[in-house]
Every structure is written in structure tokens, then in C-alpha cells.
């Protein structure tokens, strides 16, 4: 199987269990007794998630290995070249008070961990009102509604809009950094703030609307909360292919591996004059 061909099957395969994943989460919005690697607490739709994207993945012809923010190592499959990293739900903590949630998606021509170099693809569901899902492959980005499992194309090249318009940072307050307060309290002053608390609904309304998400370091956690390997590598990839930036702060999410799968970073992906100025700013 090409490349292009293993990346066709992930996409379909995740398109194709979001009517499942949203059916699923009736009934399962209570925790697991478990935590994650990351040491947070599982709910039940978290696990559900992960087993079956890790069955229906690992069962794809080329897909060698499985690995997600919900299990500590990766999972061997048959013999192939890829490799997939899935954050299964992203902001699940959402589904008790019904708000956005993600499921993100990165293909790696590397075992995991793997760092930008070696990402051949990524994509995001929203499950919103809509489901919709954006694909990033050979430098497109394209958007689509899913609908009984399959994608409808609406945008066959997004872009971010020039002007940016919304912003959203995690983390509470008195516990950013002064350098990042400061960039904040600029930032407020432009921009309206939009913060769902899931990742994946902040950052596709800075692709609709233009504009930044972050969640910075914190002085209680220097490393911020994201993933870089499951959640700032395949989504700082699409919105810098979408005419956006990323950084973890220093430099672009994609230019540093991680060391370890579960590893965090701070994430800042939007309009490139935004990451800029929090570049600026955080080095000052
Ligand atoms: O509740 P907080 O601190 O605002 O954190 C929200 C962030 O945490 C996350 O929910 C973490 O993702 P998971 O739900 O996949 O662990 C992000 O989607 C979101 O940006
Ligand atoms: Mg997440
Ligand atoms: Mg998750």
C-alpha cells in the first residue's frame, strides 16, 4: 500500500467510527476508577474511544503501531511503515456539561515517539453540533462534514483569515508567567475571547475566525498541559499548513521530537503575526 493510500484508510476509519464515538458517550460521562499516563482521571468514554480506534487502526493494511494519550506504551500491529498517535477525546472533561470535544489524529512514517519531520499527515473531528473533520496532506488543509461516518468536502484548501479575530489561553490566571500575563493583557485588548476548554473546538474556531489559542506554561506546571506527541505536533502542523504558526514559546512545535510519548509542552498555534509577538514577548 502507498503512503497516500494507509493516510486515505486512517482518515476514512476515523471518519468512519464518529457516529459511534458520539453514540458512545451516552451513558459513559462518569470516571474510571483508572488514570492516564498523563496522570489524569479516565472517564469511561475515554477508554471506549481508545479501544476502538486502536482495534480499527491497528487492523489497517501499513499501520505498524498504535499509541495514545490513554495507554502508556505503544501498541504493535502487522509489519508497515506508519505509525499513528491519537489523542482519542480531546477535552473529555467537556462531555459532563455537553461542550465541544475532539479526536486528533497524527500519521508518522517514524516509530513513535516522532517528532514534525516525520508526520506525513494529521486530522481533527469536532463533534459540535456538527461533526466535521479537517485533514492535513501534502500541504492541504481541507475541511468536511461527517455525516453518517462519511466526509462531505465544504473547504478544499482552508486557510486562516488575515485578520484575526478570537482568542483563547488555558491555565488559571495567577498562574501564568508574568511574560505570558503581559502578552495576554495585549492580546485582550485586540482580540474576543472564545474558550471552550477542548482543544479542538479553541483552535478551529482560530481557523474560522483567525486569531490565537494557547495553553502556556504555568509556574505550576512548567510544561504547560498538552501533549506535544498527540496533541501540539499534528495540530500545530495543520494550522501552519493552513498560513498560521505554532511555537512551544521557543520555536515551531514541529521542530523538536519528543523525548517521551506523553511529554508536554506549552501550545501556541494562530495567525503567525500572534505567535510571533508571544515568541517576542516570552523571551523578553
Ligand atoms: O480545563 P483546562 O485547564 O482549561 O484545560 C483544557 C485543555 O485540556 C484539554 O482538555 C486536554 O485534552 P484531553 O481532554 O484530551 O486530556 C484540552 O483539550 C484543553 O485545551
Ligand atoms: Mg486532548
Ligand atoms: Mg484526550
Known amino acids: ?12 476509519t476515523v471518519a468512519g467510527a464518529a457516529p459511534e464515538i458520539r453514540e458512545s458517550l451516552v451513558g459513559r460521562r462518569r470516571y474510571e476508577a483508572g488514570e492516564n499516563p498523563s496522570g489524569e482521571q479516565q472517564l469511561a468514554a475515554d477508554v471506549y474511544a481508545d479501544e476502538l480506534f486502536e482495534e480499527r487502526l491497528l487492523a489497517l493494511d501499513g499501520v505498524a503501531t498504535y499509541a495514545s494519550e490513554e495507554r502508556e506504551d505503544v501498541v504493535e500491529g502487522a509489519d508497515g511503515d506508519y505509525h499513528v498517535a491519537l489523542d482519542p477525546l480531546d477535552g473529555s472533561s467537556n462531555v459532563k456539561s455537553n461542550n465541544a470535544m475532539g479526536t486528533i489524529v497524527g500519521v508518522f512514517d517514524a516509530p513513535l515517539p516522532a517528532g514534525g519531520e516525520s508526520l506525513v499527515a494529521a486530522a481533527y473531528v469536532l463533534y459540535g453540533p456538527l461533526t466535521t473533520m479537517v485533514t492535513l496532506r501534502e500541504g492541504t488543509v481541507t475541511e468536511s462534514v461527517v455525516h453518517e461516518g462519511e466526509r462531505h468536502v465544504g473547504t478544499a484548501d482552508r486557510s ?16 501564568w508567567t508574568d511574560a505570558f500575563a ?30 490565537v489559542f494557547a495553553y502556556p506554561a504555568l509556574t505550576t506546571h512548567p510544561n504547560g498541559k498538552l501533549r506535544r506527541q498527540f496533541e501540539g505536533i499534528p495540530i500545530g502542523a495543520i494550522v501552519e499548513a493552513a498560513g498560521g504558526a505554532s511555537t512551544d514559546g521557543e520555536r515551531s512545535l514541529l ?16 495567525n503567525r503575526s500572534l505567535i510571533e509577538r508571544a515568541e517576542a514577548t516570552l523571551s523578553a
Open 255 to 270: 521542530a523538536t521530537p519528543p523525548e517521551d510519548l506523553h511529554e508536554r509542552t506549552p501550545v501556541f498555534v494562530g
Open 160 to 175: 486562516l483569515p488575515d485578520e484575526p479575530t478570537v482568542y483563547g489561553f488555558g491555565g488559571r490566571v495567577p498562574a
Open 182 to 211: 503581559d502578552y495576554a493583557s495585549e492580546v485582550e485588548q485586540e482580540l474576543k475571547l472564545r474558550y471552550g476548554g477542548a482543544m479542538i473546538g479553541d483552535v478551529n474556531q482560530v481557523l474560522t475566525y483567525g486569531g
Open 1 to 12: 500500500m502507498s503512503g497516500a493510500d494507509v493516510v486515505e484508510a486512517v482518515f476514512e
